[in-house]
């Protein structure tokens, strides 16, 4: 059976580095029809020329708690993880080495504290017959398309190659979850109130 979560608005980014801004943008308008400043999103991210250390998502996790959503990470194993999560119309984002694609650089850019930066992707759909990933990746571009369908998707994955590739960047997976409450929103938060 497929499971495909059909994406609002996919963007391609802006900036060689900025994929994960641009995947964080597209969840988030996705997932909660929140429309933010990739600007704002970098800030937040404590975003660099080399872009931003996976652990730096975690930088969002009080932010937008304001707005009732919670960011969730997990170190996954396998795909039954994964594909619970598309399931349940969530959007991981992982973090692969720039090279998961033929012609990108081997290459992994590491700062004077010793972070490494990777290369942010979205699992937006599995086929659970056919034993494949359907990603969502920045760094293509995919029209002025108002929604990706499964058919425009230009990264298709098999399950050994993407747990392959998950594994050599610590196999973290984050997504957005809502919750309850919300306490008070971005706009706000924006408009200079104060944290």
Known sequence: MIYFNDLKQPLHQTELASCVPTCIKVILNH???LSLKEKQIKKWLGYT???CVPHSIRNLSEKLKREG?????KIVKNEKELIDLIKNKHLPLVYFRANYLDGFSEEVEVDEDGNKYYHS????GVDDEKEKFYIYDSLFSYGNVATLKIES????MPYPKF????EKTDNRVFWFERTKKKDRTIGEFENGKKD
């Open 31 to 33: 997932q909660f029809s």
């Open 49 to 51: 020329i080399l872009g």
């Open 69 to 73: 959503i919670e960011l969730k990470e």
């Open 121 to 124: 992707v979205v699992l937006i």
């Open 153 to 156: 998707v230009k990264v298709i």
């Open 163 to 166: 747990i392959s590739e998950l």
